[in-house]
């Protein structure tokens, strides 16, 4: 099915499984096939799934008997090849709960319930290992959630209908390929045009909005970041909005740069600026672009050397006067995108271009030999 999908969106899946029924992460480990299928080396990712109950014992259990094999597994594919992702494979609950394993263990005994455990231990293992979570599970929640109409099980109430299989599919060809199953995605027969938009739009939705979580600790790298203002003049706080651990570097467009995973930086004066983030570590690397505008749009007392009163403010272009109460020895505006304009003041009084564009600018100027920045946004109507 995943092959399907994936050649419908114009890409080639290239795979191998080893899936004996029942077998748990133990069982794998000692099992001479799987070994000699990830001992081949040349996997982009090999996907782990314990058997279906097995993340949702007990803490002690799991602790004893699937997280050891989850790592030495893992150790495995790293030996074998160490650019190869281990993707974890969140399973989806049991349609009614564990009912065979309800009386010992509570917690299990509704579909929500074993749900909250299968989570939670894939995406620890995920976090030991260092690799990612396929979140079919969470996805099949909201499914069930959103569309309780919608057959997503055999009728042993564990296994997937065409419909779950389909649905599995579109959250793996995301996650792996970290691409959106387009429109254009390849759909069954029996499941119609809606149930599979369904579909579609909800692995979008799941995958998309939790990414970092999802892989987070993975090699594959994917750069993305986002700024806000602290407060102080153009001073900007940048945070990740990517996912993967390597190297970051950023390049702030004034000629500075910062190897801190999320850097606060001053900017040199208002402007529009390009910013570049890499990501990077021994197997993956990848970079982005963005311009941000710095700006300053209230007020800041400089110090009392530095001060310099200026009216009105915003200023009226058909008057095109800038009044001072104490007289700067040079001025110059800076517009949004860095162009500085100079002017010359005439005692207290300054006139403004005839051909001075309306917008806003920030009011630089030099007293005493030497430069400040007025606060005060200047308008120009």
């Given amino acids: 099915m995943l092959r399907l999908v994936a050649s419908s ?63 030495k597994l893992d150790s495995l594919i790293d030996a074998a090849n160490p650019c190869t992702e281990t993707a974890f494979f969140m399973t989806w609950g049991r349609k009614n709960g564990d009912a065979s394993n309800c009386p010992i263990y509570p917690p299990i005994c509704t579909f929500g319930g074993m749900q909250d455990k299968l989570s939670e231990r894939y995406l620890q293992m995920a976090d030991f290992c260092g690799g990612i979570t396929i979140p079919v599970g969470e996805v099949w929640r909201k499914m069930r959630t959103q569309y309780p109409g919608e057959e997503l099980y055999n009728a042993d109430g564990s296994h997937p209908a065409l419909s779950g299989t389909y649905l599995a599919s579109l959250v793996f060809y995301h996650s792996l390929y970290r691409k959106l199953p387009l429109p254009n995605v390849y759909r069954p027969a029996s499941i119609t045009a809606s149930q599979a938009e369904n579909m579609r739009m909800l692995s979008v939705f799941l995958v998309s909005d ?6 987070g600790k993975g090699k594959n790298v994917q750069p993305g970041f986002y700024h806000s203002s602290t407060g102080n003049p153009f001073e900007v706080q940048f945070r990740t909005a990517g996912w993967g651990i390597g190297e970051m570097r950023w390049d702030f467009g004034d000629g500075t740069q ?25 197997c993956y690397a990848d970079s982005i672009r963005g311009q941000i505008l710095v700006q300053v749009t209230g007020i800041q007392d400089l110090s009392q050397d530095e001060t310099l009163d200026f009216f009105p403010n915003p200023v009226d272009k058909k ?63």
Avoid at 210 to 215: E, I
């Fill in 319 to 381: 008057e095109g006067i800038i009044r001072f109460k104490n007289v700067p020895e040079e001025v110059y505006l800076m517009d949004l995108r860095g162009s500085r304009i100079a002017l010359k003041p005439e005692n207290e009084v300054l006139h403004l271009p005839q051909n001075l564009p309306s917008g806003a600018y920030q009011l630089h100027f030099k007293r005493e030999r030497k430069t400040a920045i007025s606060k005060k946004l200047l308008l120009i109507y």
């Fill in 258 to 282: 910062s190897e801190e995973q999320e850097p606060v930086h001053t900017f040199p004066g208002f402007g529009i600026y390009t910013i570049r983030q890499k990501i990077s570590n021994a």
């Fill in 210 to 215: 939790s990414a970092q979580k999802w892989f």
């Fill in 9 to 71: 969106q114009g890409v080639t899946l290239i795979s191998d499984i080893s899936a004996p029924g029942g077998f748990t992460f133990k069982n794998h480990f000692e099992n001479t096939t799987t070994r000699s299928k990830i001992a081949t080396g040349n996997w982009d990712f090999v996907v782990l799934q314990a058997q279906s109950q097995e993340p949702a014992f007990p803490d002690e259990q799991v602790a004893a008997e699937t997280f050891p094999y989850a790592q």
